[in-house]
């Protein structure tokens, strides 16, 4: 397995609350997306990087923002967390956009 | 825009039983091709790809997938399914934009159940 990992692993919040989760590679790979897994919906792609400061918004960015300020860590940042937002939340990297992205173990998160 | 669909969204086989899940996508020009599978409970491991040329593709667990381009299909078989193989499978295409690449997209996924 690719050397992703992801904390926390499982957090519960409460609806307002701030909430941050990290992504760590060892792959020294260039691009790193999150993604939200959600029931009947697949994987829908949240913010990606493909550099250390760089990011963009994917399919469902409304509500979370992104940081990369090195290589191995992008974070992902609910700044109000909301009920809609309670998901699976999976980081992936890739060492072009074209090739294959491998996943982290994912964060579970329940907003209450 | 780009899609990807999964017309199965639950399948129920028997041990032994022949497996063929639908993939079908909407870009015309060149793509990158994949299935994933999920496992209950784990993340997303890479079953197989296709970039080019043979258009059946072999992957790990003795799935296979061929590409039809004709019919913008990447249909993921295997011809004996295992209890084991009970997984959420996910298709994904990469579209290529002239010198550019853009993002996965995933289909919604298709849940085999294997009865034992």
């Known amino acids: 397995d690719a050397g992703i990992t992801q904390s926390p692993r499982h957090k519960v919040t409460e609806t307002g609350t701030p909430v941050t989760l990290r992504c760590h590679q060892t792959?020294?790979?260039?691009?790193m997306y999150w993604y939200r897994q959600d029931p009947g919906h697949g994987l829908r792609l949240i913010h990606y990087?493909?550099?250390?400061?760089?990011?963009d918004k994917g399919e469902v960015s409304d509500g979370y923002s992104v940081s990369r300020s090195k290589t191995e860590d992008f974070l992902l940042t609910l700044e109000s967390a909301t009920s809609s937002q309670t998901s699976v939340y999976f980081c992936?990297?890739?060492?072009?956009?074209?090739?294959?992205?491998?996943f982290g173990p994912g964060t579970r998160l329940t907003v209450t | 825009a780009q899609s990807v669909s999964q017309h199965n969204h639950h399948v129920i086989l028997s041990e032994a039983a022949s497996l063929e899940l639908g993939c079908n996508y909407s870009?015309?020009?060149?793509?990158?091709l994949f299935w994933y599978v999920q496992y209950p409970g784990q993340h997303l491991q890479l079953l197989l790809k296709?970039?080019?040329?043979?258009?059946l593709v072999k992957g790990i667990k003795g799935f296979e997938a061929e590409f039809i381009k004709s019919k913008f299909s990447f249909n993921l078989r295997k011809p004996s399914v295992q209890w084991s193989d009970t997984a959420e499978y996910f298709c994904?295409?990469?579209?290529?934009?002239?010198?550019?690449?853009?993002?996965?997209?995933f289909g919604k996924g298709t849940k085999l159940s294997v009865k034992p």
């Open positions: 870009y015309g020009g060149t793509v990158n």
């Open positions: 990087s493909y550099g250390v400061k760089d990011t």
């Open positions: 994904a295409v990469n579209a290529h934009y002239g010198g550019s690449q853009g993002n996965l997209i």
């Open positions: 792959e020294n790979h260039r691009y």
């Open positions: 992936a990297i890739s060492g072009d956009p074209g090739y294959e992205q491998y």
């Open positions: 296709y970039f080019s040329g043979d258009p």
